[in-house]
C-alpha cells in the first residue's frame, strides 16, 4: 500500500516537473470508497467557535455543517440567492405583520421524529430565550414577545413567545411587532432551522453528535480533529445528496489545507490561501472557483469624532476615497478574488436583488487629482493625518491596509500622512469599536446573513442600529428605510433601499472598498463543486467520479 | 546546592594573579592528537615570538585587549559591524530612495535598473528598505542582546555562585517567565504602548530572553567554580567579588557569548513576529524583521523579497559570531 | 540528593500560584473576550452580559481568579469558547506535543552534538565554516520558509512523507516537523558544543589521556565530551518548554493540533481558562526539566554535588 502510494506520488511529481499542473485527484485521498454516488468527499474545515446549536452559529465553519444537516422553511437557491420554500408549503399574511406558515408532509428528522409546526416554535423559543445565550437571539426581536424572554436586564418572564402560536401539527402562525414585508426572505438564515425534541431532553448528547432534518446524518465527531456525515438515505426532499458523504477534516491553517489539496491528500478547499493565489490557477487550473459573495468590507469614519463628523468633512471623506486605488489593490494584493466596491451591497445580489454598479460613481473612482482637490476643499485631513485601524489576526488585512495608505500618501503627495494602527486580537478590535475609541476611520466587515438589500442597509447606517459603529444618521436615510421596510411590493420596496442608498454616497459615512469572492479549489476526483452566496459549498451537488 | 565546604585546592600557583597559565605556548598546536586549534577561519595566527605574559602587571581584561587586536578575525568582524552602525546612522549614504515610496503596480517584481532587488508586494524597493532597515533591526538586536546577556549573566552568575536560596528565588522566578507565552506577553505589555520608538520593543525583548541566558550563566558559573584555582584562591581568602570577576566569570563567560550572537539574530526576528501581531514596530519604521515576514509567506511568488533582508541579517549574526569568537579566544589562556 | 529533589518540587507551589495568577492577569488585562464572540454583527447585550456572568467576567478580578482556583481544585479546567473542556483540549493537545518535542530534542542532541564536536575538533577548516554559514541561513531564514519549503519538497513533489500530519500523530509522521521545529535550537546546540569542545580540547585531562595512549574516540567521547555538555545541557533544558509551547508555525504548517495552536488561539480570543491551564502545565515542564538539568550537572561533572 505504501509502496504504490509511493510510485504513484512519484509518478505524480514527474508530471509536476514536465507539465507544471499539479497531481490531484485518483489518489486515496479522504478515506472514501470507490467513486460514484457512494464517494465521499474530504473537505477542509475550521474548529466552530460555538457550539454547533443552529441559533448560535453565525461564522462560516460552524455554518458548513448546519447547511448539510438542517433544512428550514426555506433555502436561498445557491445559484441566484432567491428564497425557495423548503419546508414551509405556504408563509401567509394579509398586512406584512401576522404570517400564517404551512408546513409540507412526509419532512422528519433523521432519528424518524417527524418535523412539525412545534419543531419550529421550539426551536425559535430555545434560540430567543436569553438563559440559552445564543447568538443570533436578536433574529427573533422582530416576534411579538420577544422581550418576555430576552429581556435588557434581569430574568426572563416567559419561556416562550406570544407571538408563536401553534395551530395544528402542520401550521402556526407568527405576529411581528411591526410590519416586515420581506420578513419570509429572511427565513432562509440557519438560525430558524426546526429542531429534534432529542435537543432539549438530552442537549450534551445531542452536541456530541447532532440530529437534524437535512441530506446528510454526522457519523462522527472529534471535535478539534474533524466530522465524519454520511449520506441520509431516508432523506425525503428534493436536494439529495449526489455524494456518499463528506469527510470534514480540521486545518489550522489554510495553507497547510491546500498543501494538502495539490498532493492529492484532500478534495475541497474553501479558502484559498492568500500567498498561494498566485499559483492556483497553474495549480488546479478549472478546479479554482472564484465567485462574489455576500461580503463587503468597507472604511469606516467615526462620525462620533467631530474631526471627521462635522459639516463638510464629506468632501474630505470622499477625497480619500478617490485616493484609494482599488483596481491596483484588488490586483495586486488580492488576485482578484476581490472586486472593486461600487455601491454598499455585494454583487451576489444581483440587479433583481438591489445591487447597482453605478451608485457610489466617481466618488468610488480612483482620481489622485480630484482627491486631493476636494481633500483641501473640504479643510484638508484633520491635524493632516489619517490613521486606519483593523485588527491583523486574521485575514490579509495588514496588507491591504498598508497598499491603502500608500495609495493615499501618493494621491496626496505629502509625506506619510496615512499610517496604519494594526490591532493584535479581533476582541481588543472590536472592544475599541465598539466603545466608540477610535479616532480615525476603520475597517467594517459585513456579511449578510440573507441575501437582502435591506441587510446591508439597516444594520449598518440606520440611527442607534446595532452595527453602526461610526454613529451614522440622517433622518432622510431612516425615513426611505421604514418606508421600504412596509412596502409589500419587492421591486419598489428595492428602489427606496437604493434611494436611501443614495444617501450614503453623498455622505460617505463609509467607504465601500471592494466585495469578498468566495474562493476554493478541489481535486479531479469531484466535480460540480460550487459556492453559494455565504462561500459556503454547496456539498449535496458534489459529484464523485 | 553546591557544596561550598569542598576541600581546598592545592595553592600551587599565585591565586591571585592573573589566571593559571598553563603550559601551553603558541606553538603548541600539532600536539599529540592534532586536535589543532587555529585562530579560526583558517586565519594563521601571527607566528614567533611570545606573545605571552611580558609586562607584569598587565590584567587578565587588559591581556585580552592586547590579544584581541592581533587578532584577525577580530579586526574583520570590527570593520564589518563598524560598515553596518555607519549604515544604520547614515542610510541616505548608499541609497538615494525613500523607503516608503511605493509603488503597487511593481508589486513583486524582480530587478530593473536603479532598483537592483527588485520590489516587494507593496511595491517598494527592496534595496532601499534593506539599507534603511538596518537601523531599527541593529538597534533592536544588539541592544536587547546586550541588555538581555548583562541582565542574564549578572542575575545567573550570582545565582550560580552563592547558590542557596538566592538561586532558588531566581530560577523559579526564571520558570515563570519562561512560562509566559510571546504572543500574550507581547499582546498584554506592548499594546498597551504607543511609542513609536524601538524601546519598548527592546525591553520586552530583554524582558523575555534574560531567563535563558541566566540559566547558561549559571550552570557555566557552577562550573567553574569547580576548578581548582578558584577553590585556591577560596582558600587563600580572596574575596567573593574578586574571586567572580577574576577567576569565575572569564571561564563561564564562553556559553554565555555564543547564546548571546546567536540570540542577536533571533531577536532581530522575533521583532517581526511582533510586528505581525500588530505590537512590534510600528510605521513608518523600516525593519529587516518585518520585510523578512512579510517575504516568507511569498517565498513561491517572489523569493527575491526574502533574499536581501535575510542576507543583511544573516551578515549582521556574522560579524556578531566572529566578534564573539575573537573575544571568547582573547579570554581563554589556553588558546594563546 | 534525595532532600535536594523534594525541597525543589516544594517550590513547584509557590511557582505555580505564581504563574497562574500573573498569567490570569495578563489575560485579563488583554480585556473582555465576550464582544469578540458574535464575529461582525454587534453583541447582543442581554446574551452578552448573561456569557459575561456565566464566566464570572462581571466579577473583580480577584474573585475571578479565586473562583477559577476552586475550580482547579475540583480538577475543574474550565471551558473553552467552542464548548471543549480544558481538560479534554489539554489531554488531546499535549501527548501530541510531546512527541514532537522529543523528536526535535533527539535530533538537536544528535544532529547538534555530533556538528558540534566536528567542527569544535576541526576549527577553522572548511567544515567548520560550512556549518557557520548553514547557522547562518538557519537563524535568518523564518522557520515558516524552512518548513513550508521542506513540505514542499518532501511531501509534495517527491511524496518521500505526507505533508501533513494526521490526527493521531505518530512518530514516524514526525521526523520532517520535528527537524523544522530544531533548526534554529540545532544552531545553538552545535554552536555550544563547538565552542566548549574547542576550549576543553587543550586541558590538560586530554593531553594526560591522549598521553596515556588512550584511542581518540575514547579520549573524545569520554573526557572530552563530557565535560563539554554542561552548557549544551542546560540549553536544551531551556529549550524544552519553549519547544512545547512555541512550536505554533511548525504546528501550523503540518496541521498539528497541538499546544502551541491551542495556546495562541486561546490567547487569541482571551480564553483564560485555555491560556492559564496550558501555561500552568507548561511552566511544571519547565520546572522539572530544570531540575533534571541541575541533576544532569552532578553526573557530568562529579564534583558538583547536591545537598
Same mark, same amino acid.
Given at each position: ?14 508530471? /509536476? ?368 493625518? /489619517? ?159 | ?336 | ?307
Amino acid at each position: 500500500m505504501r509502496g504504490a502510494t509511493h510510485a504513484k506520488w512519484a509518478a505524480c511529481a514527474v508530471a /509536476v516537473a514536465l507539465t507544471a499542473t499539479a497531481c490531484g485527484g485518483g489518489s486515496d485521498s479522504g478515506g472514501g470508497g470507490g467513486g460514484g454516488a457512494g464517494g465521499i468527499v474530504s473537505s477542509s474545515w475550521g474548529d466552530p467557535q460555538n457550539p454547533l446549536e443552529p441559533a448560535n452559529t453565525n461564522e462560516v465553519q460552524g455554518g458548513k455543517v448546519l447547511d448539510m444537516l438542517f433544512r428550514g422553511l426555506k433555502r436561498y437557491d445557491p445559484k441566484t440567492g432567491e428564497a425557495v420554500n423548503m419546508l414551509a408549503e405556504k408563509i401567509d399574511t394579509t398586512d406584512s405583520q401576522n404570517f400564517t406558515i404551512t408546513l409540507k408532509d412526509g419532512w422528519k428528522f433523521s432519528n424518524d421524529e417527524p418535523v412539525t409546526a412545534q419543531s419550529f416554535v421550539d426551536a425559535w423559543n430555545y434560540g430567543a430565550d436569553v438563559r440559552n445565550k445564543q447568538n443570533n437571539s436578536p433574529f427573533f426581536s422582530d416576534i411579538v414577545g420577544y422581550e418576555d424572554v430576552h429581556p435588557a436586564t434581569g430574568e426572563p418572564k416567559a419561556k416562550t413567545m406570544s407571538g408563536l402560536v401553534v395551530k395544528d401539527p402542520k401550521t402556526f402562525t407568527v405576529a411581528l411587532k411591526h410590519k416586515f414585508s420581506t420578513w419570509p426572505e429572511t427565513l432562509g438564515y440557519q438560525a430558524f432551522s426546526p429542531l429534534p425534541k432529542a435537543f432539549f431532553t438530552d442537549h450534551a448528547g445531542w452536541l456530541d453528535k447532532p440530529v437534524g432534518n437535512g441530506p446528510y446524518t454526522v457519523d462522527s465527531y472529534t471535535k478539534g480533529t474533524g466530522m465524519k456525515l454520511r449520506k441520509w438515505d431516508g432523506y425525503t426532499g428534493a436536494d439529495k445528496a449526489l455524494n456518499g458523504g463528506v469527510d470534514l477534516k480540521v486545518y489550522t491553517d489554510s495553507n497547510t489545507a491546500y498543501t494538502d489539496l495539490i498532493s492529492g491528500n484532500l478534495d475541497l478547499v474553501d479558502d484559498i490561501p492568500a500567498q498561494q493565489l498566485k499559483n492556483v490557477k497553474n495549480d488546479l487550473g478549472d478546479r479554482y472557483i472564484n465567485q462574489p459573495a455576500l461580503i463587503i468590507q468597507t472604511l469606516t469614519f467615526p462620525l462620533y469624532d467631530p474631526q471627521w463628523g462635522k459639516e463638510g468633512m464629506e468632501k474630505v471623506r470622499r477625497g480619500i476615497s478617490m485616493a484609494i486605488n482599488r483596481d491596483e489593490i484588488t490586483q495586486q494584493i488580492f488576485r482578484e478574488t476581490r472586486t472593486p466596491g461600487k455601491d454598499w451591497t455585494s454583487p451576489a445580489l444581483g440587479a433583481k436583488g438591489g445591487f447597482n454598479a453605478t451608485l457610489c460613481g466617481d466618488a468610488c473612482k480612483y482620481d489622485p487629482a480630484a482627491a486631493k482637490k476636494l481633500i483641501q476643499e473640504g479643510g484638508g485631513l484633520p491635524g493632516g493625518k /489619517v490613521t486606519l485601524t483593523s485588527n491583523v489576526d486574521t485575514g490579509s488585512h495588514r496588507e491591504w491596509m498598508d497598499a491603502v495608505c500608500n495609495s493615499i500618501n501618493n494621491a496626496i503627495g505629502e509625506g506619510p500622512v496615512c499610517t496604519v494602527n494594526p490591532i493584535g486580537t479581533f476582541a481588543d478590535f472590536r472592544n475599541q469599536q465598539s466603545a466608540y475609541k477610535l479616532t480615525g476611520p476603520f475597517r467594517s466587515g459585513w456579511q449578510a446573513d440573507y441575501p437582502l438589500i435591506q441587510n446591508f442597509l439597516q444594520p449598518l447606517y440606520y440611527t442607534g442600529a446595532s452595527s453602526n459603529y461610526g454613529k451614522f444618521s440622517n433622518p432622510d436615510f431612516d425615513k426611505l428605510v421604514d418606508e421600504a421596510n412596509q412596502e409589500s411590493d419587492a421591486p419598489k420596496a428595492i428602489a427606496k433601499f437604493q434611494d436611501a442608498e443614495k444617501i450614503l454616497a453623498e455622505q460617505m459615512p463609509s467607504i465601500p472598498l471592494w466585495y469578498q469572492n468566495g474562493s476554493a479549489g478541489h481535486s479531479e476526483r469531484i466535480s460540480d463543486v460550487a459556492l453559494n452566496q455565504f462561500s459556503v459549498p454547496v456539498y449535496n451537488q458534489i459529484t464523485v467520479s | 546546592m553546591p557544596d561550598p565546604e569542598r576541600p581546598e585546592g592545592p595553592a600551587m600557583y599565585d591565586p591571585v594573579g592573573p589566571r593559571p597559565r598553563e603550559a601551553v605556548s603558541p606553538t603548541g598546536q600539532g600536539g599529540p592528537m592534532d586536535l589543532a586549534v587555529e585562530g579560526g577561519e583558517s586565519l594563521e595566527r601571527p607566528p614567533g615570538p611570545d606573545t605571552g605574559p611580558r609586562e607584569k602587571a598587565r590584567s587578565l581584561w587588559s591581556d585580552a585587549w592586547h590579544q584581541l587586536r592581533r587578532n584577525p578575525v577580530f579586526v574583520i568582524s570590527s570593520l564589518m559591524i563598524l560598515f553596518l552602525v555607519v549604515i544604520a546612522i547614515w542610510p541616505q549614504l548608499i541609497a538615494s530612495g525613500d523607503p516608503l515610496y511605493c509603488q503597487l503596480s511593481k508589486s513583486q517584481q524582480g530587478p530593473e535598473p536603479g532598483h537592483p532587488f527588485g520590489y516587494d508586494t507593496q511595491g517598494c524597493d527592496v534595496y532601499t528598505r534593506t539599507v534603511y532597515g538596518a537601523r531599527a533591526s541593529i538597534t533592536v538586536g544588539v541592544c536587547a542582546t546586550l541588555g538581555a546577556a548583562l541582565l542574564g549573566s549578572a542575575l545567573g552568575g550570582l545565582a550560580g555562585f552563592f547558590g542557596s536560596w538566592g538561586d532558588a528565588v531566581l530560577s523559579r522566578v526564571a520558570d515563570v517567565f519562561f512560562g509566559i507565552p510571546v504572543v500574550l506577553g507581547g499582546l498584554v505589555f506592548l499594546s498597551v504602548v504607543t511609542s513609536t520608538t524601538v524601546w519598548p520593543v527592546v525591553g520586552f525583548i530583554v524582558l523575555l530572553g534574560w531567563p535563558q541566558i541566566a540559566r547558561i550563566a549559571r550552570g557555566s558559573v557552577i562550573t567553574a567554580k569547580q576548578n581548582d584555582y578558584v577553590q585556591a584562591a577560596r582558600a587563600l581568602g580572596a574575596g567573593n567579588g574578586r574571586m567572580l570577576l577574576r577567576h569565575v566569570a572569564p571561564n563561564a563567560v564562553a556559553p554565555v557569548i555564543v547564546v548571546a550572537t546567536i540570540a542577536l539574530g533571533t531577536y532581530i526576528a522575533l521583532e517581526a513576529t511582533l510586528s505581525f501581531l500588530g505590537v512590534g514596530l510600528r510605521p513608518p519604521t523600516v525593519s529587516w524583521g518585518i520585510d523578512i515576514s512579510n517575504a516568507a509567506p511569498q517565498i513561491r511568488n517572489a523569493p527575491h523579497m526574502l533574499l536581501w533582508p535575510a542576507g543583511a541579517l544573516s551578515l549582521t549574526v556574522l560579524a556578531f559570531i566572529m566578534l564573539g569568537d575573537a573575544v571568547r579566544d582573547a579570554l581563554d589562556p589556553k588558546l594563546r | 540528593m534525595g532532600r535536594y529533589v523534594i525541597r525543589r518540587l516544594l517550590q513547584m507551589i509557590p511557582v505555580f500560584i505564581g504563574s497562574t495568577f500573573l498569567i490570569f492577569f495578563m489575560v485579563y488585562a488583554l480585556g473582555d473576550p465576550v464582544a469578540a464572540l458574535f464575529g461582525d454583527k454587534a453583541p447582543d447585550p442581554a446574551t452578552a452580559a448573561r456569557i459575561r456572568k456565566d464566566l464570572y467576567l462581571d466579577q473583580p478580578l480577584w474573585k475571578q481568579y479565586l473562583h477559577y482556583m476552586g475550580q482547579i481544585f475540583q480538577g475543574d479546567f474550565g471551558t473553552a469558547f467552542n464548548g471543549q473542556s480544558v481538560t479534554d483540549l489539554m489531554a488531546s493537545a499535549f501527548p501530541v506535543t510531546l512527541r514532537l518535542t522529543i523528536v526535535a530534542i533527539f535530533f538537536e542532541i544528535v544532529i547538534g552534538i555530533t556538528l558540534g564536536v566536528i567542527t569544535g575538533l576541526r576549527r577553522g577548516k572548511s567544515i567548520d565554516t560550512s556549518v557557520l554559514v548553514l547557522t547562518l541561513v538557519v537563524i535568518s531564514v523564518p522557520t515558516f520558509v524552512t518548513g513550508y519549503l521542506l513540505q514542499y519538497v518532501f511531501g509534495v513533489k517527491w511524496g518521500w512523507v505526507r505533508p501533513t500530519v494526521s490526527p493521531d500523530a505518530p512518530f514516524n509522521e514526525l521526523i520532517l516537523p520535528g527537524i523544522v521545529l530544531a533548526l534554529v535550537s540545532l544552531a545553538y546546540v552545535t554552536r555550544l558544543s563547538r565552542t566548549s569542545i574547542a576550549e576543553n580540547a587543550k586541558a590538560d585531562y586530554v593531553r594526560t589521556a591522549t598521553a596515556k595512549g588512550l584511542p581518540r574516540h575514547r579520549v573524545v567521547t569520554r573526557h572530552l565530551l563530557r565535560n563539554s555538555l554542561i552548557p549544551v545541557v542546560t540549553f536544551i533544558g531551556t529549550d524544552i518548554g519553549a519547544l512545547m509551547g512555541g512550536a505554533i508555525v511548525t504546528e501550523r504548517i503540518f496541521n498539528i493540533h497541538g499546544v502551541g495552536y491551542q495556546l495562541y488561539q486561546g490567547i487569541l480570543r482571551n480564553n483564560s481558562p485555555t491560556v492559564v491551564g496550558f501555561v500552568t502545565i507548561l511552566v511544571i515542564v519547565f520546572l522539572l526539566a530544570n531540575l533534571l538539568v541541575d541533576l544532569l550537572y552532578a553526573v557530568l561533572d562529579p564534583r558538583i554535588r547536591y545537598a
